[in-house]
């Protein structure tokens, strides 16, 4: 049973370039979120991903967008990069819990981006 | 606001010593969920547990253990007889029964010394 996977693995962009980062998600789960992970920072979400829409969004601008495919599978776009960009982006899939708990979220290896 | 505090940047520990983790949270929900996650340094957070905040009973789970209390919201987490592989990034995490976010901790750095 795969778990969550992250492509790529690293990733050397330029200021003002874009980048799309993709995420499939565990066997069995529906719902994808994203995160950045600055070094020596706890993980900060980006939004998350239900049935093909964001159902939910944190701080970030509007240069973070993202999308979520029919087989659940996600890509997060970041336009106009910023050397603040330079981070570990996380993917996290979950499902519902049974009697509307939810549960656990479960990541992949992440995708290093470096802005230069 | 949501929020949780890992107090502890880093913690050195000689093998074999126990070490708790401690975690403390903030939120206004009523129903609310409680996760601690490892992060080695390949970087993939792992899941080791998730407490509900209407079950304080504390969780025991091999060199393990966890200890939620409301009254201080907080959400401790222990390893006893430390080894060497246990030295990571550990993560405490909080999500609101509102919402779909998980609120990180900054984590607290764990090196286990032979």
């Known amino acids: 049973d795969a778990g969550v996977t992250q492509s790529p693995t690293h990733l050397i962009k330029t200021r003002g370039q874009q980048v799309t980062l993709r995420c499939s998600p565990k066997?069995?789960?529906?719902?994808v979120s994203w995160y950045q992970q600055a070094l020596g920072q706890g993980p900060q979400f980006i939004f998350q991903?239900?049935?093909?829409?964001?159902?939910q969004r944190g701080n970030f601008p509007d240069r973070f967008s993202g999308h979520q495919f029919p087989n659940y599978s996600s890509e997060l776009n970041v336009n106009a990069l910023l050397l603040g960009d330079s981070a570990l982006y996380l993917c996290?899939?979950?499902?519902?819990?049974?009697?509307?708990?939810?549960?656990?979220?479960?990541f992949g290896p992440g995708t290093r981006l470096t802005v230069l | 606001a949501q929020k949780v505090t890992q107090a502890q940047t880093e913690i050195s520990v000689v093998e074999k010593e126990d070490v708790t983790l401690d975690c403390v949270y903030e939120?206004?929900?009523?129903?609310?969920?409680l996760f601690w996650y490892k992060q080695p340094p390949s970087g993939e957070l792992v899941f080791l547990i998730r407490?509900?905040?209407?079950?304080?009973q504390n969780e025991i789970s091999g060199r393990y253990s966890w200890n939620f209390q409301k009254s201080t919201s907080s959400f401790n987490f222990t390893i006893t007889a430390s080894q060497v592989v246990d030295s990571a990034v550990y993560f405490c995490a909080l999500r609101p029964n509102t919402g779909n976010q998980f609120y990180f901790g900054t984590g607290t750095s764990l090196t286990v010394i032979p």
């Open positions: 991903y239900y049935e093909e829409e964001e159902r």
């Open positions: 407490r509900n905040s209407f079950d304080e």
């Open positions: 939120t206004r929900d009523t129903t609310y969920y």
């Open positions: 066997s069995g789960h529906d719902t």
């Open positions: 996290a899939s979950s499902s519902p819990g049974a009697g509307g708990s939810y549960n656990e979220q479960f």
